[in-house]
């Protein structure tokens, strides 16, 4: 089994920072991407960003410039820099990642974290 461990949510005043880790465990072959969704109370999940395991990102529109996406593959674990949050920032945060594993191929989910900004 593979599992995903999300943390660094939490409350915050628009204007500031988080940071949300997340850590895949378990049988795992290879990653070939590790994502971040959200999903706001009403609204359908977005993808907030993606990194490949070359490095490559894509992100949101809604988050270009304030959100950094990176990750650590030898730890299997990849961080979403969140600054310069606005209060329509505040979602359930989840980690995803796609590769393959002892049990085939992966497409796993955290448990996600909150994030709340104030205004």
């Known amino acids: 089994q593979v599992q995903l461990v999300e943390s660094g949510g939490g409350l915050v005043q628009a204007g500031g920072s988080l940071r949300l880790s997340c850590v895949a465990s378990?049988?795992?072959?290879?990653?070939?991407?590790m994502n971040w969704y959200r999903r706001a109370p009403g609204k359908q999940r977005e993808l907030v960003a993606r990194?490949?395991?070359?490095?490559?990102?894509n992100y949101a529109d809604s988050v270009k410039g304030r959100f950094t996406i990176s990750r650590d593959n030898a730890k299997n674990t990849v961080y979403l820099q969140m600054d310069s949050l606005k209060p329509e920032d505040t979602a359930a945060y989840y980690c995803n990642v796609q590769g393959w594993g002892g049990t085939g191929y992966l497409n796993n989910w955290g448990q996600g974290t909150q994030v709340t900004v104030s205004s």
């Open positions: 990194i490949t395991s070359g490095g490559s990102t």
């Open positions: 378990g049988r795992i072959f290879s990653i070939s991407a």
